[in-house]
């Protein structure tokens, strides 16, 4: 059944009884190491830290964007028990951000620059002193600002505030841009599984705590079809902790021992197959031995957008879209919002309704963030009070303001 309300900015859809996902899975996940996921998590890291600190100097966010951040990798030199760097990464920083405020500078590129080297010095220590970091940071002015006569457009104004009441989105919070952000739920156990087992191996573990050759640039594609996993898993090793060929082999066999045991737990009596670094060639040497635990040390790139999705995973057989929420504004920016908004509004259906929901907001550049251009839900159960619904939808809606606060006070982690 298909019911559409309309809404004070648009339409709501909401479509019951519709079709359970099958259980063919396929799913991809980018561990911490990974270059995508590296410029993800340092373009949010940038925008956090930007707004911790214009909220503190002048009470409110100012206009930013770091969503354009690129990662260019750098060289290394990589033998058993040995290496290093031979080549810088370069960090090239791309964006815009307000300058200053009310004549008051704001020291940018300083504020960028300790964030990135804290940032590489936390998540790969050894590439924190060869780092290339440009400035690609501008505060040119939004499209629409025609001159007619003396009169400054507002919108010159928006990365060049006199004081926090140029910023409009202090009156009313408008959608930066036509954009769609979507959500699911739930997942099955599958995808619960790769992100585990990523997180496992990427992140900190009994298991990377117990074996400092275990690399962070790990990367999972797996396949499932309800009976039955199949896994392509990539884990890197450190070569200063790898003394040999034949170590290195020992290695990997506890890392595929440690996948079937998890799969053991979390995948219990389903067959599941794993093939660990498929490229590798032990006899002529050729293995994923690092330097740092990441590909960046040697020419790979990593860019905003091209990791995970919101919700931590990559499904290109569920409903997905190609956003980069990461590095966005937390305040208008309907990349990032809507993202989030969709995902949770989505995990609260699912848990009113016992059954599968979907999520689609969609935005009108220019039109107020709380009003979407169009609100698709989707839901499995044949039985839904419209009522609740649209009461969750609502609550969803009304709560973007508390979703920035969320954003800039660290309470949000992205993918």
């Not at 251009?373 to 499995?380: M, T």
């Amino acid at each position: 059944m298909r019911k559409t309300i309309t809404t004070e900015g648009g339409f709501l859809s909401i479509e019951t009884g519709t079709i359970e996902p099958d259980a063919t899975t396929i799913v991809e996940r980018k561990g911490l190491g990974h270059p995508d996921t590296l410029a993800d998590h340092l373009a949010e890291r940038l925008s956090r830290a930007y707004s911790h600190y214009t909220v503190q100097r002048f009470g409110a966010v100012l206009h930013h964007n770091f969503d354009k951040l690129a990662l260019l990798g750098g060289a290394s030199e990589v033998r058993y028990g040995a290496g290093g760097m031979t080549a810088p990464v370069r960090v090239l920083v791309n964006g815009r951000a307000a300058p200053m405020c009310g004549g008051e500078t704001i020291p940018v590129e300083e504020i960028v620059e300790a964030e990135v080297r804290a940032f590489f010095a936390e998540r790969l220590p050894e590439v924190s002193d060869h780092l290339d970091i440009t400035f690609n940071i501008t505060s040119n002015s939004s499209p629409g600002a025609v001159l007619t006569g003396d009169a400054v457009p507002d919108r010159t104004r928006w990365f060049n505030p006199r004081s926090i009441d140029d910023l409009r989105e202090r009156r009313v919070r408008l959608s930066n841009d036509t954009s769609l952000g979507t959500g699911w739920a739930p997942e099955n156990a599958f995808e619960s599984f790769v992100r585990e087992l990523v997180n496992h191996f990427s992140g900190e573990s009994d298991f990377t705590l117990s074996h400092a050759w275990c690399g962070s640039d790990v990367k999972l594609m797996g396949y499932w079809d309800g009976d039955q996993a199949d896994v392509v898993l990539c884990v890197p090793q450190k070569s200063r902790h790898v003394g040999s060929r034949a170590e290195y082999v020992r290695n990997a066999e506890t890392v595929l021992a440690e996948c079937y045991r998890m799969a053991g737990l979390r995948l219990p009596g389903a067959p599941a197959r794993f093939r660990l670094n498929a490229r590798d060639v032990p006899e002529k040497d050729e293995l994923y031995l690092t330097y740092t635990g990441s590909s960046i040390e040697s020419g790979d790139e990593g860019v905003v957008g091209r990791g995970n999705r919101v919700n931590g995973l990559i499904t290109p057989l569920r409903p997905m879209n190609l956003e980069g929420a990461n590095g966005k504004n937390p305040v208008y920016h309907v990349g990032k919002l809507y993202n989030i908004a969709a995902q949770r509004l989505a995990e609260r259906l699912h848990e009113a309704t016992d059954g599968h929901a979907e999520v689609h907001l969609v935005s009108t550049t220019g039109q107020r963030l709380d009003q979407p251009w169009r609100i698709l839900v989707r839901l499995s159960s044949p039985d839904v009070e419209t009522d609740k619904v649209q009461a969750l939808v609502a609550e969803a809606l009304e709560g973007f303001p508390a979703l920035t606060d969320e954003l800039v006070s660290d309470g949000i982690v992205l993918s």
